[in-house]
């Protein structure tokens, strides 16, 4: 079975930055393409970014293209997410997941999900 544990998450004012990472036991972590997710109250789980099991192919949500950076660190089985030029619009609970299949844009294409760190921004 694959645990992943998100961290780095908090309050923060508009402009500013967070790092969140989330580390990945279990399996061998450079198998898996990894992506970050993120909810905000009454909507729908939506991307925001993925890596491919290498870290040489990246993908961006429009909304956060430029802003945001996701990386990984294989020998750390660790996975990061920079967040700069934050905005009220990117407070959400935000989670990693992992897929040994392709990398997606959909939540169901992952099979495994961390538990969730909250981003808060305030204006």
């Known amino acids: 079975q694959v645990q992943l544990v998100e961290s780095g998450g908090g309050l923060v004012q508009a402009g500013g930055s967070l790092r969140l990472s989330c580390v990945v036991s279990?399996?061998?972590?450079?198998?898996?393409?990894m992506g970050w997710f993120r909810q905000a109250p009454g909507k729908e789980r939506e991307f925001v970014a993925a890596i491919n099991k290498s870290g040489s192919t990246t993908n961006y949500a429009d909304s956060v293209k430029g802003r945001f950076t996701i990386s990984r660190d294989n020998a750390k089985n660790t996975m990061y997410l920079q967040m700069n030029s934050l905005k009220p619009e990117d407070t959400a609970v935000y989670y990693c997941?992992?897929?040994?299949?392709?990398?997606?844009?959909?939540?169901?294409?992952?099979?495994?999900w961390g538990q969730g760190t909250q981003v808060t921004v305030s204006s």
């Open positions: 279990g399996r061998t972590f450079s198998r898996y393409n």
């Open positions: 997941a992992a897929t040994a299949q392709t990398m997606g844009i959909i939540p169901y294409q992952y099979t495994y």
